[in-house]
């Protein structure tokens, strides 16, 4: 277990996390793979169809999606299958991080708002139980839908695209992430588990938004200098922020898809421990870099956090 404390280790969190002790963490915080396709990594089913492998033109080039293509509803009825394959992925690790959360404890997932259903229940289906969907509001997003008159238009259809005018195809601007917040069952109270597991509570004072109690909307972005490195890279603050709202200092805070390290980085800002995987090399030696600007914080913290049982 002490391997992987304060590391990011490499490879495929489903070899590590039975090495990990039972009901040592206090915190899970991941932004899981999403199923969506957004790049190799983002790949769960077998489907070869090539609406969902990238071999369309227009996909060469891309930076994100470059491995699945449109429509979402596919060509056929495997297509539609995806999600459930996400979720019989997200099972396998669901089952492995049960056993290691401590009672009480809270996991917030950051998926994607078309697959992150699949992702819940296959963590309810292995004994967590759902407590909200919070929402955490992007200062921006990258959009793009089509316009309809144009595609009528590039079809000869004028008199259709008259018709249509003003009309898009595809989605609202995606100014929102969900994170689902989830939670081990405890033995009676939540009361009596905050006392005996440390874990259950939310550490409110400490994460007022101007000066008054937040809501389940969270609105926070990057640093001016924050290091942009991962597709799907989540702002420091925000990590932060719910290590603050469920933990304690040297506490344990798992994320097994560590991607550039955010989560390392939020722990070591805020003296908790941290165990992460990173099943890309590129991702993880660039998370490694991440902390490389500051090597002498990571060895104080681990001098401090050694002086506590964990
Ligand atoms: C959504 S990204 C995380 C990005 C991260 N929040 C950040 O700020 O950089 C998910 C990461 O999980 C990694 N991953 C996918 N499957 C994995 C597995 N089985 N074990 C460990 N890591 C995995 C991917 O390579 C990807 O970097």
Known sequence: MNQFIDEITLGDCRDFLPQLTAESVHLFLSDIPYGIGLDEWDVFHENTNSAFLGTSPAQQGKNGFKRRGKPIQGWNAADRNI???????????????????????????????????????????????????????????????????????????????????????????????????????????????????????????????????????LEMGFRDDEQRIHEAQKPIKLMEYLIRLTTLEHQIVLDPFMGSGTTAIACRNLHRHFIGFEIDENYYRAALKRFEYDPIQMSLLREENSRYCI
Not at 145 to 171: C, M
Not at 191 to 200: F, L, M, Q, S, W
């Open 83 to 217: 999600n459930k394959e996400y979720q019989k992925w997200c099972s396998e690790w669901a089952k492995l991080v049960y056993p290691i959360m401590k009672k009480g404890a809270s996991l917030f997932i950051f998926g994607a708002r078309r697959t992150i259903h699949r992702a819940i229940v296959a963590l309810e289906d292995e004994g967590f139980l759902l407590k909200d969907i919070l929402i955490w509001k992007k200062p921006g997003a990258h959009h793009r839908s089509q316009r309809l008159e144009i595609v009528l238009n590039q079809r000869g259809e004028q008199e259709l695209a008259e018709k249509w005018h003003g009309w898009r195809l595809g989605n609202l601007a995606p100014i929102y992430e969900p994170i689902a917040w989830l939670f081990k069952p405890y033995h009676h109270t939540i009361t009596d588990n905050i006392i005996e597991h440390a874990v259950g509570g939310m550490n409110v004072l400490d994460c007022l938004i101007d000066g008054k109690s937040p809501t389940n909307i």
